[in-house]
């Protein structure tokens, strides 16, 4: 999300919220002179579970978030944002949000994929299950 900051009459703040769900380039609009961030990473996926018994996999962590306030920007300046993904396939991290603004780079980390089921240990209860 970008909360721009903009003016409505000479000295009056304007405030106004712009969400971007997709990964690109963004043109600070005429006026803006300041911006915040507050982003977000994708989650991270679940563990896998195994076959045979009631044994899940561990949940994955939800992705980490940064928030900075009062960029200096110009408008018609062009931000690159990239958004990052969840976790695809089980166990798998989180993408990393990332944007680079004046030579800054501002990132927001990816959540880690949750621990794999592995089979209960030999000669002892079967659904005593560890992890990955």
Not at 50 to 77: L, R
Not at 94 to 102: A, D, E, Y
Request: contains cysteine; aromatic residues 10%.
């Amino acid at each position: 999300m970008i909360r721009r900051r903009m003016t409505k009459k000479k000295g009056e703040p304007y405030i106004d919220k712009v969400y971007i769900k997709a990964s690109g380039d963004y043109t600070i609009p005429a006026n803006c002179t300041k911006i915040d961030l507050f982003l977000v990473g994708g989650g991270g996926a679940g563990g896998k579970w195994v076959s045979w018994g009631y044994c899940p996999g561990a949940s994955g962590s939800g992705g980490g978030t940064a928030s900075i306030k009062g960029i200096t920007v110009t408008p018609g300046q062009i931000i690159s944002i990239t958004i990052g993904k969840g976790g695809s396939s089980y166990s798998s991290n989180g993408g990393s949000t990332t944007v680079n603004v004046n030579a800054s780079s501002y990132t927001a980390p990816g959540g880690n994929g949750g621990l794999i089921s592995r089979n209960g240990v030999y000669d002892t209860d079967p659904y005593n299950c560890w992890y990955k």
